[in-house]
């Protein structure tokens, strides 16, 4: 176990912004992070546990311990002829945990192909894209009460999954450590292609009864046309959450924006895309010396180099504020602030 002071955190999140940790450490067991916990040195200081750090901007340098999970190992849980409960580290890198699942033909999380960050964070914001969430193979998960320094399992419905929401980022914010999560996987998948550009991609690559594997390619291959790669452009991904609103609201935008895009929610409400309120506000490919948005997908900010987390905080900001000045709607960042 070692404890380093002044840690440069650049490098240990994908906006890479200049930043540093008062006290860094990382974990492969939950012995080792028990013993990191137990130590005078970490004693009254904040914690923050890090993933791959890819939903996450730091405005300041981190007063207090950031631990790096790395606790590694898939296992398997149950298996009958038609499912699989594996159970993975949350240390274990998510994209390489899915692309297990698919070669070994278990379907379920194939859409979830190519997300960064590591298995711990993805119950954190219920992780989702092309119409699946992590949430509907999830199982449970098992963490760790920073108080009590007990182990605690919490099932599907206690994790309060919601649209890029979690338990864990409203009443069990900061307050557990999550160790290993499961999730069942099915034997006989049906492929789910009914969202965005899958289909499409799907015929012209001549592809007629896609399997899972299929599926991962082509989310694979729109993602990388679409998303700026973190190693190459600083960003962590969407930086706001699509708002959801009121049908009365909805339909009072739609007679003043017919163009307006748009998508079904729960009974009562829609879901609005925020890139096209903030592409219709003027700022889709908006750039300040080295920090912006990104010109293929308004929703994403960028560090194009040297640029501060203040600097994208304040563009954030910005964008908030006109959007709700345009449109009278309020966006919520999506990424996790420190
Ligand atoms: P981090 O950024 O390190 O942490 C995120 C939050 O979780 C922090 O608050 C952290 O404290 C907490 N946390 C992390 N690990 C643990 C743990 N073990 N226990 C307790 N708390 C923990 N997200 C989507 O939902 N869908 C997408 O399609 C998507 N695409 C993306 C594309 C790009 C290019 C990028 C950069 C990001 C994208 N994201 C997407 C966001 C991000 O990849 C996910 O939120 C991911 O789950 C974050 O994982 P991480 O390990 O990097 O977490
Ligand atoms: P896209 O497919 O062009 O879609 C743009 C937006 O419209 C998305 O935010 C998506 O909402 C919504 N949308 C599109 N088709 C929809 C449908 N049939 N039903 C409901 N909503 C629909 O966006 P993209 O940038 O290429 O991303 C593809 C997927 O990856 C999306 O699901 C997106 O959320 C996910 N993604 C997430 C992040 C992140 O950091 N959170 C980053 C990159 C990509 P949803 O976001 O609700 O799906």
């Not at 240390?91 to 960050?117: A, D, K, M, Q, T």
């Not at 409203?170 to 006989?188: C, E, M, N, P, W």
């Not at 989310?219 to 700026?228: Q, W």
Request: charged content about 20%; overall charge neutral; hydrophobic content about 40%.
């Amino acid at each position: 176990m070692q404890i380093q002071q002044q840690e440069n955190l650049a490098s240990h999140h994908t906006f890479g912004v200049a930043c540093c940790a008062k006290l860094f450490a990382r974990f492969q067991s939950l012995d080792e992070l028990r013993a990191i916990l137990v130590s005078p040195a970490v004693e009254k200081e904040k914690i923050l546990i890090l993933g791959e750090g890819s939903n996450v901007l730091f405005i300041n340098d981190f007063d207090g311990l950031i631990l790096t999970n790395e606790i590694k190992g898939i296992r398997l849980v149950n298996e009958t002829d038609s499912e699989v409960i594996l159970e993975a580290g949350a240390g274990e890198n998510w994209h390489e945990f899915v692309s297990y699942c698919v070669s070994n033909g278990w379907g379920g999380l194939e859409n979830l192909s190519l997300i960064p960050g590591k298995v711990g964070a993805a119950p954190m914001q219920n992780i989702g894209a092309y119409g699946v969430e992590q949430k509907d193979c999830f199982v449970q998960l098992t963490a760790l009460d920073k108080s009590s320094g007990e182990i605690k399992i919490f099932s599907n419905t206690e994790c309060q999954f919601g649209y890029r929401e979690s338990f864990f980022k409203q009443d069990g914010k900061h307050k557990f450590i999550i160790l290993a999560v499961q999730y069942r996987l099915t034997k006989s998948p049906k492929v789910s292609i009914d969202y965005g550009v899958i289909s499409q991609e799907l015929i012209s690559s001549g592809i007629t009864s896609p399997g899972i594997k299929d599926v991962a390619e082509v989310v694979i291959r729109i993602r990388k046309s679409k998303l700026p790669d973190p190693k190459l452009v600083g960003n962590a991904g969407s930086f706001f959450k699509n708002p959801i609103v009121t049908e009365k609201v909805f339909f009072e935008l739609k007679s003043r924006f017919p163009a307006i895009v748009s998508f079904p929610s729960k009974a009562g409400f829609v879901k609005i895309a925020a890139g096209w309120l903030i592409e219709k506000a003027g700022w889709k490919g908006y750039r300040n010396k080295n920090y912006g948005v990104h010109p293929l997908q308004a929703l994403v900010l960028v560090n194009y180099g040297g640029a501060s987390g203040k600097d994208i905080w304040e563009l954030s900001s910005e964008i908030v504020k006109d959007v709700f000045q345009k449109f009278g709607v309020e966006l919520e960042r999506e990424v996790n602030i420190y």
